[in-house]
């Protein structure tokens, strides 16, 4: 949104905006001198701080403000004031006007237009050039705006086209009704700043989810502050740490991460200033018992936490995750469990029931919040009743323990999403959410186990919400990658699921509940037809070093060329099998060499990279 919003209006545009904002201001500013006011903040841009002239009390101006549904700043030492932003016109300003001459019952002149004025001392000024790019001089009408935006909507394979069976990403619907609030002003046009009493909307809804996510995790305490995931690990750790201080056990400063962790998990806790041990995994995937109780025991003293994930990042509900918990408690060391996978336990089971200490939630995973680029994101921390004390707290309550975000409430604007989704969904929804998830986690390892074959499953024979698919021994008989396969995909329409995560030469497929069975069934479809692809490869049928696998993806501009060399037909490149005509999405560019890709950042127009 900000994107587009500085393509929209360039240096140009933004300077104009950022001039009326001023303007206005050194207008109001002006205009409330007249009426005895005394505005304190030394320099300003949108901001004015005002003292008020004996006779005038911050109460009369707020009873007068509030008839005129203006929300006003009201400071501790009796101070009012108020920001202008690109959203207030001369009207607006003449309100504003208004309830201060009224309060300090003083003639004002209404006025028509706000003359242009800057009161910026001249050192202050910006004087270089900025949005320079050709992007943010192009699409200054509404017309070539949505163009633009569309043209970059078709370069995506979104939700919007297939499935995207990012295991451990968790790529669900993100529903209409649930993003609704992000286009409302009722919700989107709230002031960080906005005194506690005007915000109650807000605050009813950060106190109804903080309850609700209580109750899902089955802890005593939230807090909404982290803003992604990792930074939730991050402030977990500082939870645990400041609680292990408080009894005098502050010494400890060893986390014990299993092998198939997320590698969040180390990275937070160095972070956070702790030592980490590793833990092994076992041929199923699950964290080798033996090791464990070794690890945990050597490291007993020091031990501050382990961090687990539950299902594991392998897609398997662990059997021992509670004598897990137990055993580490015994060594005096606290649990942290990563929700990143909690929409396979989301009332199924919870942290709490299962011993953890605490844990953070994916609010863009689980509770239907889009991913964004990173962020930002909401990872709030759950926790049990003896860490409640040591949650984040903030400044501007006072405390600032453990806080780890600017904002007290993290990324509260996009809080009502995930309200939206558990209020909409209901405790029974909820269930049947996490147990269609898992179910056609199962339905895909089932149609996929006599080909390429499930890597991991769990005790009852079943995986998770998610499953890794094996694609080494392809690899071995036909020299064909998990890469390779990935890139295929796109030929067919789909998002490639995560590759070589957690284990090297497989993919993790995630479908989510978000996905109806017959788009499961085209998946499948999609994958068996795949896995003929590769049979021809490895018996002969097709070139090993020319075919529909390793030129994968291929891009409508291969296609129409006039120089076609390879050994395969057109057809059978961009349209597999029937359905894909139906569906085709052209992908941009050929194939991308993804370690070069992600050393160089600029990739360029011409395919070359800076
Ligand atoms: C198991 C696990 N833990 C932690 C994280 C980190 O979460 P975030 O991306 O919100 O920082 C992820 C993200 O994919 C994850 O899968």
Redesign the pocket.
């Known amino acids: 949104m900000a994107g587009f919003y500085a393509v929209y209006h360039g240096q140009e545009g933004i300077t104009t905006i950022a001039s009326r904002i001023h303007s206005i201001t050194v207008f109001l500013e002006k205009q409330l001198k007249k009426c005895g006011y005394t505005q304190v903040n030394a320099q300003y841009f949108d901001t004015l701080r005002f003292e008020l002239p004996e006779h005038v009390s911050a109460q009369q101006i707020r009873t007068i403000a509030l008839t005129k549904e203006v929300n006003l700043r009201y400071y501790e030492n009796g101070n009012v004031g108020f920001s202008i932003d690109e959203t207030t016109d001369v009207a607006a300003a003449n309100v504003l006007l208004s309830i201060f001459a009224i309060a300090a019952g003083k003639d004002y002149q209404k006025v028509d237009d706000i003359p242009e004025r800057s009161n910026i001392d001249k050192d202050l000024k910006r004087t270089t050039p900025f949005l320079t790019h050709e992007v943010f001089s192009k699409y200054h009408t509404e017309t070539e705006m949505m163009r633009y935006i569309k043209r970059l909507d078709r370069k995506d394979i979104s939700l919007a086209q297939s499935m995207i069976s990012l295991g451990?990403?968790?790529m669900k619907l993100n529903a209409a009704a649930e993003m609704l609030p992000l286009s409302r002003p009722e919700f989107m046009g709230m002031h960080p700043l906005v005194p506690e009493d005007q915000a109650e909307g807000y605050r009813e809804l950060i106190k109804n989810l903080s309850e609700d996510l209580k109750v899902i995790t089955g802890f005593a305490g939230v807090s909404l502050q982290p803003n992604?995931?990792?930074?939730?690990?991050y402030a977990g750790l500082r939870v645990i740490r400041t609680y292990l201080e408080s009894i005098g056990q502050g010494h400890r400063n060893k986390v014990l991460i299993p092998a198939s962790?997320?590698g969040?998990?180390p990275a937070s806790a160095i972070q956070a200033g702790f030592v980490t041990v590793t833990c092994a995994c076992d041929e199923q995937g699950n964290v080798e018992m033996a090791d464990l109780r070794v690890k945990a025991e050597e490291n007993k003293d020091e031990l501050a936490a382990l961090m687990i994930?539950y299902p594991s990042?392998h897609g398997i509900f662990e059997t021992e995750i509670k004598e897990i918990c137990e055993i580490i408690h015994a060594c005096g060391a606290q649990v942290y469990m990563?929700?990143?996978?909690m929409n396979a336990q989301v009332g199924l089971t919870n942290p709490g029931f299962i011993g953890a200490d605490v844990c953070?939630l994916?609010l863009?995973?689980t509770f239907a919040s889009p991913?964004g680029g990173?962020?930002p994101?909401v990872?709030p921390i759950c926790v049990a009743e003896h860490l409640v004390p040591f949650l984040p707290g903030h400044g501007i309550f006072g405390n600032s323990q453990n806080q780890v975000s600017a904002a007290p409430f993290g990324s509260a604007g996009i809080l009502p999403i995930t309200y939206g989704y558990i209020r909409m969904m209901g405790a029974e929804g909820l269930t049947q959410a996490t147990k269609i998830a898992i179910l056609n986690a199962n339905y895909l390892a089932t149609c996929l186990k006599d080909t390429y074959g499930v890597v991991y499953r769990g005790a009852n024979g079943f995986v998770g919400h998610e499953m890794i698919l094996e694609c080494r021994k392809v690899h071995e008989e036909a020299g064909i990658s998990e890469n390779d396969i990935a890139k295929r995909l796109m030929d067919y329409g789909y998002h490639a699921p995560t590759l070589s995560f957690p284990v090297h030469g497989t993919l993790m497929i995630e479908p989510t509940e978000s996905e109806s069975l017959a788009e499961l069934d085209n998946f499948v479809d999609v994958m068996l037809n795949i896995w003929k692809e590769i049979q021809e490869v490895k018996n002969g049928e097709a070139d090993k070093d020319d075919n529909v696998l390793i030129n994968a993806p291929h891009p409508e501009y291969e296609i129409v060329s006039d120089r076609w060399e390879h050994s395969y037909t057109r057809e059978k490149a961009a349209y597999p099998i029937e359905s894909v005509r139906d569906n085709k999405f052209w992908i941009n560019v050929a194939r991308v060499d993804n370690t070069l890709g992600d050393r160089k950042l600029l990739p360029t127009r011409y395919g070359t990279f800076e």
């Open positions: 451990s990403c968790t992604s995931g990792a930074a939730g690990e962790a997320h969040t998990n994930t990042t990563d929700g990143a996978n953070h994916n863009h995973k991913h990173g962020g994101g990872g």
